[in-house]
């Protein structure tokens, strides 16, 4: 099941989401209820994490009509909408938090110049976004900031929603919190550098990566929610980026030297996670930093990764 939120951004709407149409959940509902003569308990929600296992009041319900309407696909549901013309909405508007893994793949480590260590000798990298002005919905564009506009780089990554308030999981457990999956793009400034007639410090070239992650526009996320129930093996998708229609990353998610598991463990064994929460798992080799090509305004980019979906982004001046 793939769940999205479709606009207009003042009056969202949940709806169950494919590559041919977007339809939405209570006019599904009643469709379903038309035909089959069974009322379903939907929640009065615009959360989807309250349609989402493994805690979602309205997941037993909202999953029904998934599969019926997959089993139906020719029946035309009231408001339903192509999905190439559908106002797609960030599918989680406003997580409590976005954490994200900085080098969980081990040819992207070595492609910026580092060296991957194993699993075993090391521990994830772990930092955060602000999540009320860098999420950004599917089709609306990342900002080249005119602050420092010249370095301005992709990231694809497979995201995990939490769906239940968890805290020191253990791996083998740790599946049991994840309502579904989703994509971001990690959009990152490679060269910012403030004041530069600055004194140099040991820490300077760490916070100058870690402020370029934080700019405005900088985590395009969408366009929905897979279902956990939907994907059986969160390290068996395959990722692929494309900017104007050139594939520049094309990996999958089983060359992740953390797995899902393993990092909802680690950063449960530090913060409480709840529900909405995002963790972007990392990104694969290809990004633009490896071969000095960056983002510029009128580029596209469309990411896309196995049984959720395409997320586009165009690329404007701020």
């Known amino acids: 099941m793939r769940l999205c939120r479709v606009g207009p951004e003042s009056k969202p709407r949940i709806a169950f989401y494919d590559e041919r149409r977007v339809v939405p959940l209570p006019e599904a509902a009643v469709a379903y209820y038309g035909r089959s003569g069974k009322r379903l ?3 009065d929600s ?3 994490i309250d349609f989402l296992p493994p805690a979602g009041a309205g997941f037993t319900s909202a999953r029904a009509v998934a599969d019926w309407l997959a089993a139906n696909p020719a029946i035309a ?15 989680i508007p406003r997580p409590n938090k976005i954490f994200l893994l900085a080098g969980n793949y081990a040819e992207h ?34 900002r080249i900031p005119k602050l420092s506009p010249d370095a301005i780089d992709w990231e694809l990554e497979l995201a995990v929603v939490i769906g239940k308030r968890c805290k020191a ?17 990690d959009i990152s400034n490679r060269r910012f550098r403030p004041n530069p007639n600055r004194k140099q410090r040991e820490k300077d070239a760490f916070f100058d990566w870690l402020h370029g992650k934080w700019f405005d526009t900088f985590c395009p996320c969408g366009p929905c929610i897979t279902s956990a129930d939907a994907i059986a093996d969160p390290q068996a998708l395959t990722l692929e980026l494309r900017v104007n229609e050139a ?23 530090m913060v409480t996670l709840e529900p909405g929460d995002l963790i972007s798992t990392g990104t694969p080799a290809g990004v633009g930093h490896s071969s000095g090509t960056y983002l510029k305004t009128g580029d596209v980019m469309t990411g896309s990764i196995s049984g959720i979906g395409v997320l586009m982004t165009p690329v404007a001046a701020e």
């Open 77 to 91: 549901v009231p408001d339903q909408v192509d999905t190439a013309k559908a106002e797609l909405l960030v599918p």
């Open 169 to 185: 999981v253990r791996e083998a457990d740790a599946l049991k919190c994840v309502a579904g999956y989703t994509i971001i793009n």
């Open 247 to 269: 594939v520049k990353q094309n990996a999958s998610t089983k060359q992740m030297i953390f797995p899902v598991a393993a990092l909802v463990e680690f950063v449960s064994s």
């Open 41 to 43: 308990a939907l929640p």
């Open 109 to 142: 480590i070595q492609e910026g110049g580092g060296i991957a260590a194993e699993r075993a000798e090391t521990f994830p990298y772990v930092f955060m976004k602000p999540p009320s002005t860098t999420l950004t919905h599917p089709g609306k564009p990342v």
């Open 46 to 48: 615009l959360d989807l």
